[in-house]
């Protein structure tokens, strides 16, 4: 995550190697998301944390509920695992990340964890919530060579129902985004990027041991394709529509790490996942915009995936929607 916070004002830790300790939580989903989608406090849910180790752009806990990270088992059977993108929650079951990101891993292989922020902290406010891959969907037509179509879906295994009853439903730190209907337009509108990636592009950068926020505004499809044409991508680059842009602010960018996580905006106080980070032209380059997953481009196929057990999905996944890479592009998820 590129931003204009100075990479010295906390420690920079790398997150790749995540330790289960006692944080963990093999409690169900079930209860904990039967609230509305679409929360975002900006405090967090404890109040602000005072303390000098975190920079001016790290979110608060429990501030982007819907945030999610996809994790690999580690060979040997242990409980520790590694980061290998971001993700974002837009149901009871299901989270959405970049295809880019888990096109070399096996569904069972990956773990989904919700509920997290500070990846080497073991005394967070609550606990995150770690669950088994059931179901792992990439868009049938994505292209890896230019990350087109470039989405995924995976269905989270079921609670065990043995502990649904033990689940608090009051837990704030986990709740589905809304998603965009397809013919809204946020262009111009400022939203954030959130994710544990790195702080610069390149051998330089670091991974963000916290959870990370950068505010961008939303660019116009044709404006975004103009920029882009003016980098090594060339004259006579096309942007395809189910991408949409952001940012193209100096120094602040979602960055190496960062793919799969969600491009936030608010409209009427609902928090939408309409984009997901997809690819760019370096990090955080002043009028270079970066390039995430369009959501509403893309809720035609979701809804399809997800109604699918119209009877386990539908009630909830209607109330949450119903209001409505090449040599020359850098993915954005963990490369190591």
């Known amino acids: 995550m590129a931003s204009i916070s100075p990479p010295q004002s906390r420690p920079i830790t790398n997150p790749e190697q995540l330790t289960s300790a006692t944080r963990t939580s093999n409690l169900g989903t079930r209860k904990i998301l039967e609230g509305r989608c679409g929360l975002r406090q900006a405090a967090g849910i404890t109040g602000r944390v005072q303390n000098l180790q975190y920079a001016e752009n790290s979110a608060e806990f429990g501030e982007y509920p819907a945030q999610a990270a996809i994790l690999k088992r580690l060979p040997g059977g242990g409980t520790d695992s590694l980061f290998v993108c971001g993700a974002t929650l837009i149901s009871q079951y299901w989270v959405a990340t970049a295809a880019h990101c888990i096109k070399k891993h096996g569904r069972t292989d990956l773990k989904v964890r919700l509920g997290e922020w500070d990846v080497h902290r073991d005394d967070e406010f609550y606990p995150y919530v770690e669950k088994e891959v059931r179901d792992l969907i990439v868009h049938p037509e994505f292209v890896a060579g230019n990350l087109v179509n470039d989405i995924a879906l995976l269905r989270e295994a079921m609670w065990d129902q043995r502990l649904d009853s033990a689940v608090d439903p009051t837990l704030p730190h986990v ?62 680059y096309r942007l395809h529509s189910g991408f949409i842009c952001a940012g193209g602010e100096g120094g602040k960018d979602a960055c190496e790490g960062d793919g799969g ?45 997800i109604s699918i057990d119209e009877d386990i999905y539908s009630p909830y996944f209607n109330m949450m929607i119903g209001s409505g890479g090449n040599s020359l592009i850098s993915e954005r998820s963990n490369s190591n």
Request: hydrophobic share 35%; proline share 6%; with cysteine.
């Open 261 to 305: 996580s969600g491009l936030y905006c608010a409209q009427d106080g609902v928090i939408k996942v309409v984009g997901l980070v997809s690819w760019g032209v370096g990090c955080g380059q002043a009028g270079v915009p970066g390039v995430y997953v369009n959501m509403a481009h893309y809720r035609p196929w979701i809804e399809n995936i």
């Open 175 to 236: 709740n589905p985004a809304c998603l965009p209907s397809v013919d809204e337009n946020f262009t111009r509108q400022r939203c954030w990027v959130t994710g544990w990636g790195k702080d610069s592009f390149g051998q330089k950068g670091s991974f963000q041991a916290v959870l990370s926020e950068v505010e961008l505004p939303v660019v116009g499809h044709g404006e975004c394709e103009s920029a882009l044409r003016q980098t090594r991508l060339g004259p006579h």
